[in-house]
């Protein structure tokens, strides 16, 4: 691409979105066993 | 993105940088859908895929885009002529369009680089068969979106 001028500043941006479709977390395969409670 | 590049004392903001940008567009033969490609690289954009560009903190890499469309329009002056240079290139023509921008930037006069885009939507066309390029890009990107 081209022309776009001389560089001015350096900056870092980190997205605030929903991930996209590909990057979802996927629901964990076994399920996550809850400790019964003990007597005190 | 990897936090490791951010520098001590750097201020990290949290969004995207809207930008303005072009490609170049191929017609695959069999009927097969439309490609994006990037202007310089032969790099491929697909739906719903992150492009992940070289490191902008070197030279002029990373992924380009104008500021305004002004800028792109000013830069390129007559499209046809971008028309011509992306079928030397094998490509059938070009598309412009709007893209979101992440990561590591670079601020430019004009434009910037960075290290992460995707499209946000396809704005016009120029070339062989221009019309149902833009319409296949359009569909194939944005279909979810549109639903």
Redesign the interface.
């Known amino acids: 691409m081209a022309e776009i001028g001389e560089p001015e500043k350096r900056r870092v941006l980190v997205p605030d979105e929903t991930p996209a479709p590909d990057r979802v977390v996927p629901e964990p395969k076994t399920p996550v066993k809850v400790p019964e409670r003990q007597p005190v | 993105?990897n936090f490791l590049?951010?520098k001590a004392g750097?201020?990290?903001?949290?969004?995207?940088?809207e930008a303005y940008?072009?490609w170049r567009y191929v017609f695959p033969p069999h009927s097969a859908p439309v490609r994006l490609l990037s202007?310089?690289s032969d790099k491929r954009w697909h739906p719903?895929?992150?492009v992940e560009g070289t490191t902008p903190?070197v030279g002029e890499q990373g992924i380009?885009?104008?500021k305004t469309m002004d800028?792109l329009m000013l830069?390129?002056r007559d499209p046809e002529r971008l028309v011509t240079r992306s079928q030397i290139s094998g490509c059938d023509g070009v598309a412009i369009g709007r893209i979101?921008?992440?990561?590591?930037?670079?601020?430019?006069?004009?434009?910037?680089?960075a290290q992460f885009a995707?499209p946000l939507s396809f704005i016009s066309s120029y070339g062989n068969r221009h019309e149902e390029a833009l319409a296949e890009l359009r569909g194939s990107f944005f279909r979810?979106a549109a639903a």
Do not use: C, P
Request: cysteine-free; glycine content about 10%; overall charge neutral.
């Open positions: 993105m590049d951010i750097e201020t990290v903001e949290i969004g995207t940088q940008r072009f202007w310089v719903v895929k992150i903190d380009h885009g104008y800028d830069s390129i979101a921008m992440w990561g590591i930037i670079w601020d430019h006069a004009r434009g910037y680089r995707r979810k």
